[in-house]
């Protein structure tokens, strides 16, 4: 009900639970009490919020509704995109540039860029009210015209006016919409012509929730505005100054891998024009601009112009190695990590660089990138080039399986939290350790230039406030902070590994711990020494790099079996036990999971498709909604365990009910599909959403194809520990790893092998003798005649080495094997040895047949919104008259439009003169048809016609999905709300839309005379 009112929680401060059952054996701590909200509310009080007060001697936490601070504030500076397309803004840009340059190129340059926003600030056009305004006007002009052309509409004039008047508001609508989604940030939103009310709720909850952190520290109406803003600059400035380290000492770190010598050279040669353009143009073009409020988006739309001064800014840095302070002042943005936030700690300050100091460091950090994989160790899958992070989490669970199934494992599990790690790592520590790990004094001086005396603003309220040095810390907005803080992680890698400490260890393989930037999973023989160990290594690496473990904030968890847990903590320092671990947001576990284990999943699913969303999207709006966020956040959980079918078949039900109605409690709803027939590629008649089964078989197909190809600890477990995955499994393996042999084994046709010199191909159950393996290639009826090894024992340079190690009789099949030379990959996909996730889905579904209209509705220029309802009704999802009866559901049968016959789909599509003459209207070719054509029929008759004129062609059937979706739409305006319109309006309706999509296209001239 409150989100079928489109209500809302209205933002908050204080207490995340608001009532206490009084139960101490069996506590229920929930949100009864909150603050609902309207959009009306929000847009006449928009500095509004609540706090959730202490519930004193009550069950209930009292509220206080507080009106905000709504004081006036000058708003930052914020480049809007749509302004490249405003004839008069080239004009203001080409002025600064004329000046000479003199001095520093790089100052220069800034110098250039604060005259251009002087200028751009003081035109009218220059704000966003303006366009609005504009927008206003010409809907004002088109609604009188559209008056006019009802009683006369074969009027010259007026048709000319029309148009006019169509296309400038066609040109001034997308600058609107450029702007809106440049706010919104809403990147998987395509297409969403009608999702501009969901557009700017998104933009009204960013606000709300940038707000809220001046909110918690204004509760008391006596501080000023003045004393609370310096409240927040004195906390940050606190925090990026800490107390320096202890010492310095770089001899008791090892130096592990140093950067070979053949990349010393590489890193540090002159910058060339297109690394910085491919610095410029890989940005993203609706990212948050820095303190000059210029974003990507100016510099890639005006690099015909910008690019000669951009080149000699940039390059002129790696010449003299100088940066202006101005040119790496940052903003921060401060977001907060969770709803209720209680105190300022509770904020995440997130780094608004400037773009041109983006561009330097993205082309440092373009020629840190290839080494990184040689000198940080594989455990870190953090930032470094095809390690993935999931492949930790599949490790890590699979650790804690065998060791839990182990009765003598004598192991502990650690996830140890660093406290503040990006903002208070030493950068005298980072600056020391590049030198040590071999890099040149020449990058490592950028590098200081970059990351020393960096000074900082706090955004608030849309305003910068404060200005402020730094001694400490690397912003998480810059593209070197990821590789340089991985860096500094190594060296403790390093430390682990010179003291030996222990981990666990079977066969050849070992491992101590697992990284992901900062997030630290310690596995450690649960011994009294190995963990003082691993104390002193702690707290040597926090005395030089001012990366101090939060122990309140670390878990340990041990083995069912395990009994010395006390003196273990004790050794360790961490005092909170528990029984599973969140790493990287999955939990993990000795025992196995239940489903209550997977609650913050189909919580965090609730929370998505719940509230607001549902009521604003369109349906085209949820179908990408649920393509680009809830799929990312299932495959996550996939790509990273083992989901039961519990979680399988609530993921069903409430995306079924999303997509459809928008709803996800709609239980009693009728469903015209079944959600397998929606999750099928576009090709095989779907709407190309991936099952979970799908997705499921192809991150299967994934690990396998690593195992073989990549040197990682993922693979090196699972080789070691169970050999190939064409083994037929123990029954004593892990669910994960029966899981991939299913999927090997329906596979084996598709992956084929090349003999190299040291991969890990398994001598009897790979399948590389000419796509068998060695025992179905001779028909051998005793496979234990062939041992367990692997291939490249017998391989001894280029040639093969046999001894003693096969019989005698298994010779011959070697001689017509030729090994290959070198690296490579040796398990390839199809023969292929580009591979692309895409090829893994598609074997999934390669049974199924071929779409015959796929060409039809999904090429290039296709609408979304209108494209869905045709595929709806070639499927037999649009709810018809007749389609209901067959149901048993009764409704007047007769159709809404010509009120004649009864209503079928094929009737609707072009049968009904109703339809049929807007069809004709529109396409002319139409009138030679003496029977009315279904939807099939007309797009196969523009095939033929038009197979030679391909735009005309995509133009025509982008024409027929507009008919057919807005046909659909006055058939329920009529039925369900009693709105009529004639043919004519509908018409016009259609034409007008088509108009405007019609005008973004390069040659739109010849199409626009189509209509």
């Known amino acids: 009900m409150i989100f079928n009112n489109r209500l809302r929680d209205l933002h908050s401060v204080g207490c995340k639970y608001t009532w206490f059952n009084q139960r101490i054996d069996q506590p229920i701590h929930i949100k009864l009490d909150r603050v609902l909200v309207n959009e009306g509310w929000i847009n006449a009080f928009s500095d509004s919020y609540c706090s959730y007060q202490s519930p004193s001697c009550s069950d209930h936490c009292p509220i206080i509704l507080h009106s905000g601070r709504s004081i006036q504030v000058k708003h930052r500076f914020l480049y809007k995109n749509y302004w490249s397309k405003i004839d008069k803004y080239w004009d203001l840009l080409l002025e600064p540039l004329y000046l000479p340059c003199l001095g520093n190129p790089l100052s220069h340059f800034c110098n250039t860029l604060r005259s251009l926003k002087n200028s751009i600030k003081s035109q009218p056009w220059a704000t966003s009210s303006t366009v609005s305004k504009h927008i206003d006007n010409l809907l004002l002009r088109q609604k009188e015209l559209l008056d006019s052309l009802q009683s006369d509409p074969y009027n010259p004039n007026l048709n000319h006016a029309f148009k006019e008047v169509n296309t400038e508001l066609a040109n001034t609508s997308s600058l609107q919409a450029s702007w809106i989604i440049q706010r919104a940030k809403v990147n998987w939103l395509k297409h969403g012509e009608d999702d501009l009310k969901f557009l700017y709720a998104k933009i009204r909850t960013k606000t709300g929730g940038t707000k809220s952190v001046a909110n918690l520290l204004a509760c008391n109406p006596q501080i000023t505005r003045a004393q609370v803003v310096s409240s927040i600059i004195q906390y940050y400035q606190d925090l990026y100054n800490p107390t320096p380290p202890v010492s310095l000492d770089l001899d008791i770190f090892p130096i592990g891998c140093a950067l070979p010598e053949v990349f010393v050279s590489s890193i540090t040669s002159a910058v060339s024009d297109d690394e910085i353009k491919s610095a410029v143009f890989s940005g993203s073009s609706t990212s948050a601009p820095g303190p000059d409020g210029f974003n990507f988006h100016f510099y890639k739309s005006g690099w015909h112009i910008l690019g000669p001064s951009v080149y000699r800014a940039v390059r002129s840095f790696f010449i003299k190695g100088y940066m202006p302070n101005g040119v790496k002042s940052t903003a921060l ?555 048993h559901i009764h409704v007047p049968l007769r159709c809404s439009l010509c009120n004649t016959h009864e209503e079928f789909v094929s009737h609707m599509f072009f049968e009904c003169p109703f339809s049929f003459d807007i069809l004709k209207a529109i396409i002319l070719g139409m009138k030679i048809f003496l029977f009315r054509p279904s939807i099939m029929q007309v797009f196969d008759w523009l095939t033929d016609v038009f197979s030679d004129k391909h735009e005309v062609l995509k133009a025509y059937k982008v024409a027929v999905c507009g008919i057919i979706y807005y046909i659909w739409k006055e058939r329920n305006n009529r039925r369900f709300g009693g709105n009529h319109q004639c043919r004519y309006t509908v018409l016009l309706s259609i034409k007008r839309n088509l108009f405007l999509k019609f005008m973004k296209w390069k040659n739109h001239t010849e199409l626009l005379e189509l209509l």
């Open 333 to 887: 943005a401060i977001i907060p990590k969770h709803k209720n936030a209680a105190n300022i700690s509770d904020y995440r300050p997130i780094a608004l660089c400037n773009v041109l100091y983006k561009i330097i460091s993205k082309v440092m950090a373009n020629r840190l990138k290839p080494v990184m994989c040689l000198i940080v160790k594989d455990n870190q899958a953090g930032f470094v080039k095809s390690r993935v992070s999931t492949d930790n989490i599949l490790l890590a669970s699979d650790i804690l399986y065998y060791a839990g199934k182990r009765g003598g494992a004598n192991l502990f599990c650690a996830k140890l939290d660093i406290k503040k790690a990006f903002d208070c790592v030493s950068r005298q520590f980072l600056l020391a350790r590049l030198l040590q790990k071999g890099f040149p004094s020449t990058f490592v001086n950028w590098i200081k230039a970059c990351v020393s005396d960096v000074n900082y603003s706090i955004v608030l309220n849309g305003a910068l406030e404060g200005y402020f040095s730094s001694t400490a810390g690397l912003r998480q907005g810059c593209p070197l902070s990821p590789y340089l803080f991985c860096l500094i992680m190594e060296a403790c890698s390093n430390l682990l590994e010179g003291r030996g400490f222990k981990g666990i260890s079977i066969d050849n393989f070992s491992l101590t711990h697992l990284l992901y930037a900062d997030d630290v999973l310690i596995f450690g023989e649960a011994t009294i020494e190995n963990c003082q160990i691993l104390t002193s290594v702690l707290r040597d690496f926090a005395n030089s790099t001012g990366l101090f473990i939060n122990y309140d904030k670390s878990f340990v968890m041990f083995p069912k079996h395990y009994r010395n847990h006390l003196q273990i903590c004790q050794a360790l320092s961490i005092h909170t036990i528990v029984d599973k671990i969140t790493y990287l947001g999955i939990p993990l576990s000795f025992h196995r999971l239940k489903i209550g284990d997977y609650l913050p999943l189909m919580d965090s699913l609730n929370r998505k498709f719940n509230g607001w969303k549902a009521n604003l999207l369109s349906f085209a709006g949820r179908l990408q909604y649920l393509k680009f966020t809830i799929q990312n956040t299932i495959a996550y959980w996939i790509r990273g365990s083992i989901l039961p079918k519990a979680v399988y078949k609530v993921y069903k039900k409430l995306s079924s009910r999303f997509l459809f109605f928008g709803d996800v409690y709609s239980a009693k709803k009728l469903h015209m599909l079944s959600w397998d027939k929606i999750c099928k590629p576009k090709a095989k008649g779907g709407l190309g959403i991936p099952s979970i089964q799908a997705l499921q078989f192809a991150y299967h197909c994934s690990v396998i194809y690593r195992m073989y190809n990549g040197s990682t600890p993922l693979s090196s477990w699972l080789l070691t520990k169970y050999r190939s995955p064409w083994k037929p499994p123990l029954v004593s393996a892990s669910k994960l790893w029966k899981s991939i042999t299913k999927t090997a084994a329906v596979t084996k046709h598709c992956f084929n092998f090349i003999i190299t010199q040291n991969f890990p191909v398994s001598l009897k159950w790979d399948h590389w003798c000419h796509n068998s393996t060695l025992g179905d290639y001779f028909d051998v009826d005793s496979p234990e005649i062939i041992p367990d090894i692997k291939l490249s024992e017998l391989i001894s340079g280029d040639s093969w080495d046999f001894y003693d190690k096969i019989p005698q009789s298994l010779h011959l099949v070697f001689d017509g094997i030729q090994i290959v030379v070198g690296s490579g990959s040796c398990l390839l996909w199809n023969d292929s040895r580009k591979i692309r996730f895409k090829s893994f889905i598609d074997e999934f579904y390669v049974d199924l047949s071929d779409c015959p209209w796929v060409d039809m509705l999904w090429h290039r220029r296709h609408i979304l919104k209108h494209t869905v309802f045709v595929w709806l009704a070639l499927v037999g999802g649009l709810k018809t008259a007749a389609a209901l009866l067959s149901r």
